[in-house]
């Protein structure tokens, strides 16, 4: 899509303000207004863009943290509206896919619902998905060929804090055998080595993992080192506690860790103040001010993420590659 001197349309839904702010500063546009009334009666949501959008290039900020269903509900409805008001084309943003974890029909009788989101989102009309950090790549493709999926990457600005600590004597662990194929370029980049956790869940659904096992490198075993847990999101906190008790139980000097989505959800965050990882470092990908101040050990990444969507989402309406942002 060429847009010649037209600029991108950025609308930013209810508790996407931590990013949307930075994104259209990064643009230089305002946030188009819209209006969304929740009524008391039936819970029914109205949404109203405020503003012609007839053959724009529109992309659209949802939050997808709590509540999640609602939060949803109101990107599909805003989409609808934008579509029907004549947008050239919607781009959905969703730094964190809902639902990415559902990927895949692991018990009998349940529903694949990271696909369902897909389905839903391209009945509402969406033309282009930009996202960061998948929980499985497979995800993109659960959008039909005419819907392309940009998946940003984190691991670069991640890596970049890194690097300016102390990385003496430090090993990298992957959280999981899911993350074991995903750390090599965390690895690469800092050039360290890394091990990987088998984490089991035992008891099926619960948030409550089993460290069973660990996979060392013999040129940097665990014992004695720093280790730093790599993971794509903490949510309970549960995968990063149990890591971390079973990294010290095996000699680890200390443990810190790092992940690109911060759920954070339910009592994560007084579990995790009161665990034995000394840092947590993940990426603004969703909201974080009450979990900072609430946590001091938690340290955001928040410019450089806001910006490397900002980045992506002028790339993506001048048509220009957005991989070279992976660099
Ligand atoms: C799971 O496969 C993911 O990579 C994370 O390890 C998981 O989502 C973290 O969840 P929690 O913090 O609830 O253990």
Redesign the pocket.
């Known amino acids: 899509m060429r847009n010649g001197d037209r600029k991108p349309v950025i609308v930013v839904c209810r508790g996407a303000e931590y990013l949307g702010d930075g994104i259209c500063a990064n643009l230089g546009v305002k946030a188009c207004p819209t209006t969304v009334v929740k009524f008391d009666s039936n819970e029914n949501l109205l949404v109203t863009i405020d503003k012609s959008v007839r053959g724009d290039d529109v992309f659209v900020i949802s939050p997808s943290c709590p509540p999640v269903h609602e939060r949803l509900f109101e990107l599909m409805m805003t989409i609808d509206a934008l579509k029907s008001a004549s947008a050239a084309r919607v781009t959905a943003v969703l730094p964190y896919f809902p639902y990415a974890?559902s990927d895949k029909k692991d018990q009998p009788r349940i529903s694949i619902t990271a696909r369902l989101v897909a389905d839903m989102l391209v009945t509402a009309g969406v033309d282009r998905i930009l996202t960061m950090d998948l929980?499985s790549p497979q995800v993109a493709g659960f959008f039909p060929r005419n819907i392309p999926v940009d998946v940003l990457k984190a691991v670069r600005l991640i890596c970049e804090f890194w690097r300016k600590r102390d990385l003496d004597n430090t090993v990298l662990v992957a959280?999981?055998a899911?993350?074991a194929k995903e750390i090599g370029p965390y690895a690469s980049r800092l050039n360290l080595k890394f091990a990987i956790v088998d984490k089991r869940r035992p008891g099926g659904n619960d948030?409550k993992?089993k460290a069973v096992n660990i996979v060392e490198d013999r040129d940097a075993p665990i014992n004695g080192r720093r280790c730093i847990i790599v993971?794509?999101?903490?949510?309970?906190?549960?995968?990063?506690i149990e890591a971390a008790n079973f990294l010290m139980e095996r000699g680890a000097a200390s443990v810190s860790a790092t992940c690109v989505h911060p759920?954070l959800g339910g009592n994560?965050i007084p579990r995790l103040t009161e665990s034995i990882i000394d840092e947590l470092v993940v990426c603004g990908s969703l909201p974080t001010a009450e979990k900072s101040s609430a946590m001091p050990k938690l340290t955001v990444i928040q410019d450089p993420v806001t910006r490397l969507i900002g980045d992506a989402i002028g790339r993506i309406h001048r048509d220009e590659s957005v991989s070279e942002l992976f660099l």
């Open positions: 974890r929980h959280g999981d899911g993350e948030d993992p993971d794509d999101e903490v949510s309970s906190g549960g995968t990063l759920v994560a």
